[in-house]
């Protein structure tokens, strides 16, 4: 109301008020019509009832993450859910308030203390088969998940089988049976979208997160569809798109010999491949096809094979891989980041303004919900991104990968 009290000394003494009055309903107007939901919207939100009701969801929320995402000195917020187009709940929550399982007619005897797991047993083949495929990430909110060991016995109900961290370049600290620290880099870093170690050829199809101590401010785990990705790439960004789907990218990294927790990319190539010497570290580089080179202060230069950008999951087109992650976040004393991905036939550079607008398209269509304590977060490697926003301490998000 402080704008329109303004406008009569601003349109001039000839401005009648008459004028005045019929600005202000034209602009109620528009302004009750937006928020109006449209007959689509209706039909979605209509879903997300029906389903909301019978599992216990969540989702479709407009509410703004508190930490958003920074880039280039600029914050994006996040809303915590959306409803697709097709009326998808993307991340879909199931909360504690459940009263049936999720595939049938059996009652849920409540979901706390150990229960959780046997849920998550009772209900696995509808979790993993069914709703992980068509959402691409579900949260479970409201279970009694309070240490590691019992993130364990969700991630062992999941009955997925393990994928261990060869080749990955987080320093992780294994803390219980198949689960470990998330990326120990420093909580000032952002760590960008990206497909948990798409750089390699073997790699994790599903990724658990659980959530033990929430962070004050920050620290949330922002996530998006990769097939979304994908769209706005082909559509907005044609000539890229068509490079990325006929080279791919090859990825450059140099590594410490030791792990270095002050960089995001910062684990020694001793723990990547699980050895203390050069000759058992080449045997696996080879059986990824890396060219290699040792470097002074046995540092190791590695160059992956070229490996695709855009693959097909689903019948769905995904932007399957680690180039965001690493165009705009392997940066440290060892690495840069605009050297660190590069077209895989030509070896050329990524273009810096297309990429720079890309990004910022990716961060419009994510999403980025509060962690609270004892969350489970549950992401479909294939066709979901993740990425981690700077935080105050103390916060502890601790990861699983399977397979």
């Excluded at 909301?52 to 969801?57: K, M, N, V």
């Excluded at 049936?100 to 046997?118: E, F, P, Y």
């Amino acid at each position: 109301f402080t704008a329109f009290t303004a406008l009569p000394s601003q349109i001039g003494q000839r401005q009648s008020m008459f004028q005045l009055n019929v600005l202000l309903l034209t602009l109620l107007t528009v302004a009750f019509a937006a928020g109006m939901p449209s007959k689509a919207s209706k039909a979605s939100n209509s879903f997300s009832w029906r389903h909301r009701r019978f599992f216990g969801l969540r989702g479709g929320s407009t509410k703004t993450a508190a930490g958003g995402h920074l880039l280039d000195g600029e914050l994006t917020t996040m809303v915590e859910a959306r409803t697709l187009d097709d009326g998808t709940v993307f991340p879909v929550t199931l909360s504690q308030t459940l009263q049936q399982t999720v595939g049938g007619d059996a009652a849920a005897s409540g979901c706390s203390g150990k229960n959780a797991a046997d849920w998550v047993k009772l209900n696995r083949d509808h979790l993993v088969n069914d709703l992980l495929p068509k959402h691409g990430a579900i949260v479970l909110r409201g279970f009694d998940v309070p240490d590691p060991d019992a993130f364990s016995e969700v991630v062992r109900s999941l009955d997925l089988e393990e994928q261990p961290y060869i080749g990955g370049n987080a320093v992780r600290t294994v803390v219980a049976d198949r689960v470990f620290t998330s990326n120990e880099s420093p909580p000032s870093e952002r760590i960008p979208f990206h497909h948990e170690m798409a750089q390699v050829p073997r790699f994790p199809t599903r990724v658990m997160f659980y959530c033990q101590i929430p962070s004050k401010e920050g620290g949330e785990t922002p996530i998006v569809r990769s097939d979304e990705v994908c769209d706005i790439l082909r559509k907005e960004f044609p000539e890229l798109y068509e490079r990325f789907k006929k080279e791919g990218v090859r990825y450059v990294r140099v590594a410490p010999m030791e792990d270095d927790p002050s960089s995001a990319l910062g684990r020694g190539w001793k723990s990547t491949f699980g050895t203390e010497d050069r000759e058992t570290a080449e045997v696996e580089m080879k059986k990824d096809e890396f060219e290699w080179e040792w470097r002074d202060n046995n540092e190791l230069l590695t160059k992956s094979k070229k490996l695709s950008a855009v693959r097909t999951v689903d019948g769905k087109e995904v932007f399957f891989n680690q180039v965001i992650a690493a165009y705009s976040g392997w940066n440290d004393s060892r690495n840069v980041a605009s050297r660190a991905v590069v077209f895989g036939e030509t070896g050329d550079h990524l273009p810096e303004e297309q990429m720079k607008e890309f990004i910022e398209r990716i961060n419009s269509v994510a999403v980025s919900f509060e962690w609270k304590q004892g969350d489970v977060l549950i992401i479909d490697n294939r066709q979901v991104m993740h990425s981690r926003a700077p935080f105050v301490k103390p916060r502890r998000v601790l990861a699983s990968l399977a397979r």
